[in-house]
């Protein structure tokens, strides 16, 4: 009889045991590693609808470890701002590098993104005052436009940005990406008798050192390389 009981107990943990392992089995599937690039659709469409702006802007980021990307963002804008007082021009470029975090649990063959980050960024640009209006009180309307043409280069300045944003896959390797951006600026270069109240790839400066922005990209995926994730699988 004590054989027989000890058989049972013997059979029972084995059973046990062996549905603890199956519950917890691991599945091994990749992931891709590589550098994704794309162009900003906001300001390329801008530059038709909108006379007074031409701008372009590259984007791009390359993933380091299963939460962090490496990211950034090259581009170029002209910008006219007609504005009660004065009109003036800004041209220039500006770079700004930085990280994401991806927030997003994927599902295994997903690669989509839900992420905050941070740049810094550092814009050269020059502008050009096309005309201001002084107040003169011969004149009946109470002001005159004068024309100038004055030009103020070799402006810099530095700022940082907090980003917040989404990347969805739409095909195979092809991303629809928006994001959200809140800047602050650091240091910048001001001409005299003049104020930088437009930034290439910061934006307006009218509400001092704050600044803010948005973009929707279209990017493409390159995979490098892959690496093995585990994940529990349950039975």
Same mark, same amino acid.
Not at 85 to 104: E, Q
Not at 190 to 201: A, E, Q, T
């Given at each position: 009889? !004590? ?6 107990? =013997? $059979? ?37 609808? *909108? ?5 372009? *802007? $590259? ?5 380091? #470890? ?21 009109? =003036?021009? #800004? ?16 599902? !295994?063959?997903? *690669? ?25 009180? #011969?004149?009946?309307?109470?002001? @005159? ?9 070799? !402006?810099?300045?530095?700022?940082? *940005? ?33 104020? @930088? ?5 910061? @934006? ?5 050192? =704050? ?5 929707? #990209? ?18």
């Amino acid at each position: 009889m !004590l054989k027989y009981i000890f058989s049972l107990v =013997f $059979i029972a943990v084995s059973t046990i045991g062996n549905a603890q392992i199956k519950d917890t089995t691991q599945v091994v599937y990749p992931e891709r590693y590589g550098l994704r690039v794309g162009v900003d659709l906001h300001r390329l469409s801008k530059s038709f609808y *909108e006379k007074d702006y031409k701008g372009l *802007e $590259i984007e791009g980021d390359y993933r380091l #470890t299963r939460r962090f990307y490496l990211a950034g963002e090259l581009g170029n804008e002209e910008k006219t701002v007609d504005d009660d007082r004065l009109n =003036f021009t #800004t041209k220039g470029t500006y770079f700004k590098a930085g990280f994401d975090y991806n927030s997003f649990e994927n599902w !295994l063959d997903m *690669e989509n993104m839900i992420y905050v980050g941070m740049r810094y960024g550092i814009s050269s640009f020059s502008h050009t005052l096309n005309s201001y209006k002084i107040y003169d009180p #011969t004149n009946y309307y109470g002001e @005159n436009t004068v024309i100038s043409g004055t030009n103020y280069n070799g !402006l810099t300045a530095n700022w940082i *940005e907090i980003i917040g944003g989404v990347k969805a896959e739409l095909f195979s390797n092809l991303y629809l990406g928006f994001s959200l951006r809140l800047n602050y600026l650091v240091s910048n270069k001001k001409p005299d008798g003049f104020d @930088n109240l437009y930034i290439p790839g910061f @934006n307006r400066t009218y509400e001092g050192k =704050f600044g803010a922005g948005l973009n929707y #990209t279209l990017s493409y995926f390159i995979p490098i390389y892959k690496k093995n994730k585990l994940a529990k699988e349950n039975k």
